[in-house]
């Protein structure tokens, strides 16, 4: 197994820039902002020739007794229970703080090596820096810089040559997987949705355990987090996002990082689980973030959650809205469930599933040609003026989702609504559930157009 480090330290120290600097990426929001990352955050690292796993952890509020800096903590602790070693960051700016001095208590308690890293030390003398550091009782303070990267890969080296050997604590269900990246042997599903509407509770459940924090307070998720697990021999990546408000709703400079995150995770996915709340009406909002889902090409699973909490009258206005709001999305799978009991999100899966082999499915030319025969047989593309498009053959062109290039000639003058026509009959015929299909024109280029059409 790979070792894993986990980062942790009191709030805007530096620890999600570290995150990033590590695994070379932006996964971990950044700003000038405390309080910025709620959940753990695992991604792949590198040093030299070492592989490991890194964990970004949220501001560590020891002693908060309730509430989200409760919930933050508790997601330290177990950070820190599934680490190998801990890197204890602190700020050398700011010195040397009580809470500094309280992590340190609780990391001596918790059996893990513990490198202290003092960030923040560009320009500055790193022995004045780290002195009164020293005072934590945890060893050697090594000066870094974070977003400079100064000293960062000494800093690293020293974390992991504190693993004593033969001892790993990592769950390999974090470890991302590499294969085909036409056919991915690991699921990547987002679950999207407007605050509140349970994405965290889905997320837990699915896992069995309180991976990502589930709190009765919208915006509780700010970042979105990836989550690997296997069931039933498929591989899994589960993308909890954070919700979005209108646009004219979004405030705090955090909420703007987190749509921008959430967009990003629904064009990471290969399926989203749209999560909509059966106890409050289906909104405008609702339906724009499902436009994005489809606007990006995603399989698309619809999840009703909290339909236990409802009754007989609202539950049949909840369908009534779901075909008048949401009719665009005919083609994906619907799930009457509830997040915190597990109903249905059995079922839920198994469409997740359905909906990916859809949206990789292979389409035969010949197949693809047969059928659209049969489209234009059953109904051909309007004449515009004089002229009626001629459709000849079609193929695959790509894949999440399916393309198919339809070749012929006049092919502008085809309207929206014969597109649309085409998309609906090739979808039925190759049953292709849970997917958008998309339909691209290609048309044949007359080489005597230039001459007027003379040899």
Known sequence: MLPTVAVVGRPNVGKSTLFNRLTKSRDALVAD?????RDRHYGRARSGDRVFFVVDTGGFEPVAASGILHEMAKQTRQAIAESDVVVFLVDGRSGLTPQDSTIANLLRKAGRPVIVAVNKAEGLPAERTVAEFHELGLGDPVA???EHGENVCTMIDAALDAI????????E??????????????????????????????????????????????????????????RVGQRYTLIDTAGLRRRGKVFEAVEKFSVIKTLQAIEDAHVAVLLLDAQHAITEQDAHLAGHVLEAGRAVVVGINKWDGVGREQREQVKRDLERKM????????????????QGVGALLLSVNAAFAAAMARLPTPRLTRTLQAAVLHQQPPRAGLVRPKLRYAHQGGVNPPLV????TALHHVPDTYRRYLEHFFTDAFQ??????????????NPYAASGGRR
């Open 173 to 230: 269900r974090h470890m991302e997987t590499s294969g085909d990246p036409e056919r991915p042997d690991t699921i990547k599903v987002a679950v999207v949705g407007r605050p509140n509407v349970g994405k965290s509770t889905l997320v837990n459940t699915l896992l069995g355990e309180e991976r990502v924090i589930a709190f009765d307070e919208p915006g509780t998720t700010r970042d979105a987090i990836y989550v690997d697990f296997e």
């Open 432 to 445: 292709l559930r849970g997917t958008p299909l998309r339909i691209a024109f290609k048309a044949s280029v």
């Open 327 to 342: 009719g665009f999305l005919d083609f994906a799978q619907q799930h009457f469930i509830s997040a915190r009991d597990g």
């Open 144 to 146: 870094i810089s974070a």
């Open 164 to 171: 004593p050997p033969g001892e790993s604590h990592s769950d």
């Open 33 to 37: 902002l405390p309080g910025l990352t």
């Open 405 to 408: 290039v339809i070749h012929g």
